[in-house]
């Protein structure tokens, strides 16, 4: 099992930034890649980016060039910053986690409220 704790959440005028952070333990040796998604209300939950066990990146098309994932591998710690707010960004956002064959846990989500 890997355990996920998010952080970082907040409200925040448009153009302005957050860092989430999501802090994992557990069987962290497993894990094929980490990523970030987020719900809006009344929306489906939807991939933001992903960070490999590699450390390869990819990301959505609407938070390119905005978005940064990366990784603190002595603190078991993966980061989202976001810069360049926007309102539409406004959800809640779940760390994920996939790892050894078919395994996968999920943050409690953080909420991120981007108005002015």
């Known amino acids: 099992q890997v355990q996920l704790v998010e952080s970082g959440g907040g409200l925040v005028q448009p153009g302005g930034s957050l860092r989430l952070s999501c802090a994992a333990s557990g069987r962290i040796f497993s894990i094929n890649f980490m990523g970030w998604y987020r719900q809006a209300p009344g929306k489906q939950r939807e991939l933001v980016a992903l960070i490999t066990s590699g450390g390869i990146t990819d990301y959505a098309d609407f938070v390119k060039g905005r978005f940064t994932i990366s990784r603190d591998n002595a603190k078991n710690t993966v980061y989202l910053q976001m810069n360049s707010l926007k309102p539409e960004d406004t959800a809640v956002y779940y760390c994920?986690?996939?790892?050894?064959?078919?395994?996968?846990?999920w943050g409690q989500g953080t909420q991120v409220t981007v108005s002015s």
């Open positions: 994920k986690a996939v790892y050894g064959t078919y395994g996968s846990s």
